[in-house]
T-cell receptor, first 114, second 113 residues
């Protein structure tokens, strides 16, 4: 357990509405990530952060934005949700110890866009 | 660019039989390799990792994987399957110094009683 929580855990929203998902960590890790998981695609990186106010895009960033104003919180926003964004969203942190680079994952948020 | 291919989206084995889940990677430089397991309705849990030390890596729950550079493979094995091993397994690759993990599409393991 790397002290990662995600909220909400489940959400149903309507097409066109904004949605914000929150990832919170308690161990001051520098790197944080947002992934989406879809059947047949594994996990795909949406955005990641390498420090407060420092973020970069992943492979499926269109339609998503992120913010990191504090080390412990990484927010993912869907500005105008679409049905194609129905997915399970996972937050992760990267271990800072040594040079292992492994990532640890939160429990996920299941988002349904109707 | 880095990529990983998992052969077989579904694998079924009998309880007590050998588990073999296949992963091949593509990387122009020596990679870091990982196996993760995901139980239903849960997040991903790290099983084991290869970071250029020993080529045979032992992980949790009796799993191990062998890095074979000549075959660009990192297959996951377990000598004797348990019912509790039923889950989805993901292979992932990272080039050292790159912040990003690239995941395979996953293999769902079913254990037959």
């Amino acid at each position: 357990d790397a002290g990662i929580t995600q909220s909400p855990r489940h959400k149903v929203t309507e097409t066109g509405t904004p949605v914000t998902l929150r990832c919170h960590q308690t161990e001051n890790h520098r790197y944080m990530y947002w992934y989406r998981q879809d059947p047949g695609h594994g996990l795909r990186l949406i955005h990641y952060s390498y420090g407060v106010k420092d973020t970069d895009k992943g492979e499926v960033s269109d339609g998503y934005s992120v913010s990191r104003s504090k080390t412990e919180d990484f927010l993912l926003t869907l500005e105008s949700a679409t049905s194609s964004q129905t997915s399970v969203y996972f937050c992760a942190i990267r271990a800072d110890r040594g040079s292992s680079y492994e990532q640890y994952f939160g429990p996920g948020t299941r988002l349904t866009v109707t | 660019a880095q990529s990983v291919t998992q052969l077989g989206s579904h694998v079924s084995v009998s309880e007590g039989a050998l588990v073999l889940l296949r992963c091949n990677y593509s990387s122009s430089v020596p990679p870091y390799l990982f196996w993760y397991v995901q139980y239903p309705n849960q997040g991903l849990q790290l099983l084991l990792k290869y970071t250029s030390a020993a080529t045979l890596v032992k992980g949790i729950n009796g799993f191990e994987a062998e890095f074979k550079k000549s075959e660009t493979s990192f297959h996951l094995t377990k000598p004797s399957a348990h019912m509790s091993d039923a889950a989805e397994y993901f292979c992932a690759v990272m080039i050292g110094g790159n912040e990003k993990l690239t995941f395979g599409t996953g293999t769902r393991l079913t254990i037959i009683p």
